[in-house]
């Protein structure tokens, strides 16, 4: 299998950062409104599809713990499928299929979007390798069915999120490098928005008010308290340079103007700890590849 890997078409399936989350309450169906800003990175996964003609789904690289057909990959591919089937006239048959291979790079659990990111790469490729014709709204749309971090990755660009996380506008940050800790420590997505001492009432900001200094994550603290090796992380990269939690952890980032200063703390940092240096995009490295193919 190595050797017919080498010759696929590897897609890259980047990770992102929460620059901020300000939770500004919660809808009728009780999901949370949120703001923040996602930041795409040139760090992630990568992704190859084998197009198949017997209608089957197969993730060939499977990830230890997490059962096939409870992967994003695979839920992601079953539902752009069966949207395919659905959206022809029942004489049509969809035969196709597709095996998946996956190279993991990203931490899981760390909060920095790996498996949504997953998801996402499968949707816009396997869009355009069953040539499905599908628009990325289209895509989005679908995406946010299996979560609302789904969405950022299939627009492919930084954006200013409202909404769950669904409503997104190209955003532009400056420049930035960024040093990502991995505690080493899963946190509850769940846990955490249901935790009732997650503040809920922070104010809406506009976009161009925006400023790393005037936002916070209102999910920190409490993180904080309930997984000390977050606060660890954090509080060591505060020593640096300005850091704060991605999302509702576990990722921990810190922000420099050079690669060499992001370089210089990465060597201080620990022994054993889990970390990477990455650049902010403002576009996604897939949607760049898929850009340069159609061009």
């Known amino acids: 299998m190595d050797s017919q890997l080498t010759t696929k078409q590897w897609w890259p399936s980047p990770a992102k950062l929460n620059l901020f989350l300000h939770i500004n309450g919660r809808y009728p169906n009780g999901y949370h409104q949120l703001q923040s800003v996602f930041q795409l990175l040139d760090v992630g996964d990568e992704l190859a599809f084998e197009i198949t003609t017997n209608g089957k789904i197969s993730l ?5 713990g997490v059962e096939h057909e409870d992967n994003l990959i695979v839920k992601a591919a079953r539902l752009l499928q069966q949207h395919i089937i659905s959206q022809h006239s029942k004489s049509t048959v969809f035969t196709l299929g597709c095996n998946i291979y996956l190279k993991k790079h990203l931490p899981m659990g760390g909060g920095i979007g790996g498996g949504s990111s997953n998801a996402a790469t499968t949707l816009v490729v396997l869009n355009k390798l ?7 709204s289209e895509l989005a749309n679908l995406g946010l069915k299996l979560g609302a971090d789904v969405p950022i990755f299939v627009e492919g660009n930084t954006a200013f999120a409202e909404g769950v996380g669904e409503k997104l506008q190209a955003f532009a940050v400056p420049p930035t490098t960024y040093l990502v800790v991995f505690p080493d420590c899963h946190v ?7 935790h009732p001492d997650l503040p809920r009432n922070t104010p809406k900001i506009c976009a161009t008010d925006y400023q790393f200094n005037n936002t916070h994550n209102d999910c920190q603290e409490l993180v904080c308290e309930l997984y000390p090796n977050v606060a660890k992380s954090l509080h060591w990269l505060l020593e640096y340079a300005p850091s704060r939690m991605t999302g509702t952890g576990s990722c921990v980032f810190a922000m420099f103007n050079h690669p060499g200063q992001a370089l210089q703390v990465q060597n201080l940092l620990p022994p054993g700890s889990i970390s990477f240096i990455a650049t902010g995009l403002s576009r996604s490295p897939l949607h760049q590849l898929l850009g340069t193919q159609q061009a």
Do not use: D
């Open 60 to 64: 060939c690289t499977p990830i230890a």
């Open 130 to 136: 069953w040539k499905a014709g599908l628009k990325l």
């Open 188 to 194: 509850s997505t769940q846990a955490i928005f249901t």
